[in-house]
């Protein structure tokens, strides 16, 4: 398989005015392949969210370069960013939120159909009652609804739709399922799969809890403060974690798998340290159960230790 997307020495900054930064994503180098799941992990704050308006250039990365099938994002502008559009779609977490709430179902979801110019009036309505019946809404009893009068998981299946509607190759899901009740997570990350499966879909796919990312992920890579700790292929992370930070998240997980030699992962105590200021070396060091001097000193570049895997720390844990 090949890349569908590249990501270069990404680096997202907000500055706050004061002369002081939020380094939100800090040299993100990182490749998803065509057809694949990457789940993407890391605790509320680490930058994902960043990281994912960055690769839709909402707004464009302050450095680093966004490869999306050879074209490179961060130099195209206005018209020529547009056209790519279409084709890499994005879904949020709070699916009330992201829906218009003055429009009914039909033209929210038609409304992608109309801004880029896509077929006339009967052509639009046949791709989305087509939509709507494949994520599981009927387009007869939906048409002319509002979101206030669906469920979050009904709203999710409708921003789902609308990502769909323009036959995208690719979608980024920001935390798709975090803000549903449990009982509902399960059916639209399988919504999601299926739709994967049928329309041959590439997914970045984005939670705070490795638990999530585990039934979808093809790999996995784990980010904490604005920067990669590890990717991996998925069975062999949670088999095995690299990290000692990916350690921690996996025994955060409520009944992990007894088996898993997690050895001493507990993090030291204390809130995370502040993205205008991240610490020295590594990142991670001053909650890392194992670090030493060097990681005080030293930044752990993110390197190959086995085919398909790559920790950024200088002690790993396999
Ligand atoms: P995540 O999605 O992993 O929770 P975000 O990408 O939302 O993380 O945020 C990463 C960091 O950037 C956080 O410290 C957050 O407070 C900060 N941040 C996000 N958006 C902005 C913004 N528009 N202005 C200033 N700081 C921001
Ligand atoms: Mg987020």
Redesign the pocket.
Known sequence: MSDLLQITDLNVE?P?GDGRR?H??TDVTLSIKSGETLGLV??????????ARALLQLPPPQRGSVLFDGQDLTKLRGQALRAIRPRLQMIFQDPIASLNPRRKVSEIVSEPLVVTGVGDPAERTKRVRAVLEAVGLDPDSVWNRRPHEFSGGQCQRIAIARALVLEPVMIVC?EPVSALDVSIRAQILNLLEDMKARFGLTLLF?A?DLAVVKSVSDRVAV?YL?KLCEVSESNALFAKPAHPYTAALLAAIPEPDPDVPLGDTKMKPGDPPS?LAPPSGCRFRTRCPHAVERCASEVPALRAIAPGRAVACHFPLT
Not at 42 to 51: A, N
Request: no cysteine; charged share 15%.
């Open positions: 907000y706050l939020v939100a994503v890391g605790e509320s704050g680490s930058g994902k969210s960043s990281l920001d984005i705070h980010m604005g993205p």
